[in-house]
């Protein structure tokens, strides 16, 4: 986790197989898709980078003001 001005960003990575650009906007790929859902209903974003054989990496970003609060 990170913190900087205006933005909370968590990142995890893992390092599996990866995933493909193609699976990341799969409509079919739900449970990246619920990710995003939720996310964009608090206001926040998941984005996916991923490298066939090197794992995944899922950073979501929360903005903050600037007093703290979400």
């Keep these: 986790m990170r913190a900087t001005e ?14 493909t650009p ?5 409509p079919r790929s739900l449970g990246l898709f619920s990710m995003r859902e939720r996310a964009a209903a608090l206001g926040c974003t998941v984005d996916f980078r ?3 054989g090197r794992g995944t990496t899922v950073s979501v970003r929360v903005p903050v003001g600037g007093d703290g609060e979400w």
Excluded: C, H, K, P
């Design 6 to 19: 205006g933005e909370l960003t968590m990142e995890v990575e893992d390092n599996g197989r990866g995933i």
């Design 50 to 52: 991923s490298e066939a």
């Design 22 to 26: 193609q699976q990341v906007a799969d």
